[in-house]
Nanobody, 126 residues
Framework: QVQLVESGGGLVQAGGSLRLSCAAS????????MGWFCQAPGKEREFVAS????????YYADSVKGRFTISRDNAKNTAYLQMNSLKPEDTAVYYC???????????????????WGQGTQVTVSS
């Protein structure tokens, strides 16, 4: 079992940057595919980005391609989401998620992940 704790959210002006971190407990972090999802008020949870065990494979939602970068440091049991050129429509609670899987393909579906963090609020002002 793994516990996930996000940090790094906050209030930023449009065009600014934030770096979210997701710290994981446990000694098998390198065997988990990691994902980032977001949920805005009144909207369903959406996929943002995902990354394979070693970081070789990454996927992004079309809305964040070229602006966000997902990465991981397995030595530190931490995944990251670097968010640049932020827009007001990026405002949401951001969640990291993990699944221990034999496949190296990082899923874009929330239903495929079985561990979730508590979320961190990102607010982008115009």
């Amino acid at each position: 079992q793994v516990q996930l704790v996000e940090s790094g959210g906050g209030l930023v002006q449009a065009g600014g940057s934030l770096r979210l971190s997701c710290a994981a407990s446990g000694r098998t972090f390198s065997s988990y595919v990691m994902g980032w999802f977001c949920q805005a008020p009144g909207k369903e949870r959406e996929f943002v980005a995902s990354i394979s065990w070693g970081g070789a494979n990454t996927y992004y939602a079309d809305s964040v391609k070229g602006r966000f970068t997902i990465s991981r440091d397995n030595a530190k049991n931490t995944a990251y989401l670097q968010m640049n050129s932020l827009k007001p429509e990026d405002t949401a609670v951001y969640y990291c998620a993990a699944v221990q899987t034999l496949t190296s393909v990082p899923s874009r579906q929330g239903r495929d992940y079985n561990y979730w963090g508590q979320g961190t609020q990102v607010t982008v002002s115009s």
